[in-house]
Structures are given as structure tokens and as C-alpha cells.
């Protein structure tokens, strides 16, 4: 069992940048991906991005050059550094761990972008 709890997130103007956090409740060790997926009213959930326990990462085309994914394992935690953001980057951020056949997920974090 995990619990992920996602902090950062909040009203932004269109250009401005902000960085959500994802801390893990325990260790995530082994072979496991980490990522940011979010969702607008009456729309789909989508991921943003992704990251594996390697490293390597993948991100949406929208996003691409705009947002990053890191982590830190030694802090449990996953982030998405939001650069540049835009009013369609409108919507609720979840935090996800894919680990031992298993999909765990923050409770959401809004970020609004708006002037």
C-alpha cells in the first residue's frame, strides 16, 4: 500500500511557471514508473508525462519543451516543473505510481491558468 500526496499546484497567469510535488508514503524501489496525467472538466484523463525507475522520460506533444519530470528517490518524490503555461494547461494534476502490477494515485491538484 502507498499513499501519494501531491502538493503544488494553484492560479498561475498564462507565461508563469509552477512546480508540482508528489511524495510517496514509502520506498519505490525496483522497476516502476512515476507520472503526472490531468484532466479538464468533461474530458478524458491524459497523461503529461512520465518517468521509469531509470530515468528515462516521455511527455505529451502539448507539453514537450515546456514541462519536465524528475525525481528524487531518495525523497520518495516525483516532479513537473511547468514552464510557460498556457490557459489549455487548465486541470486537475494526478500523481501516478505503476509498481508491482499496481496503479496508485494522488488525490489531485488543481492548477488554473488564467489572467
Known amino acids: 500500500q502507498v499513499q501519494l500526496v501531491e502538493s503544488g499546484g494553484g492560479l498561475v497567469q498564462p507565461g508563469g511557471s509552477l512546480r508540482l510535488s508528489c511524495a510517496a508514503s514509502r520506498t519505490v524501489f525496483g522497476i516502476?514508473?512515476?507520472g503526472w496525467?490531468?484532466?479538464?472538466?468533461?474530458?478524458?484523463r491524459d497523461l503529461v508525462a512520465r518517468i521509469?525507475?531509470?530515468g528515462s522520460t516521455n511527455y505529451a506533444d502539448s507539453v514537450k519543451g515546456r514541462f519536465?519530470?524528475?525525481?528524487?528517490?531518495?525523497?520518495?518524490?516525483?516532479?513537473?516543473?511547468?514552464?510557460?503555461?498556457?490557459?489549455?494547461?487548465?486541470a486537475v494534476y494526478y500523481c501516478n505510481l505503476h509498481w508491482f502490477y499496481n496503479d496508485y494515485w494522488g488525490q489531485g491538484t488543481q492548477v488554473t491558468v488564467s489572467s
Open 52 to 54: 521509469t525507475s531509470p
Open 32 to 34: 516502476s514508473a512515476m
Open 68 to 90: 519536465t519530470i524528475s525525481r528524487d528517490n531518495a525523497r520518495n518524490t516525483v516532479y513537473l516543473q511547468m514552464n510557460s503555461l498556457k490557459p489549455e494547461d487548465t
Open 37 to 44: 496525467y490531468r484532466q479538464a472538466p468533461g474530458k478524458q
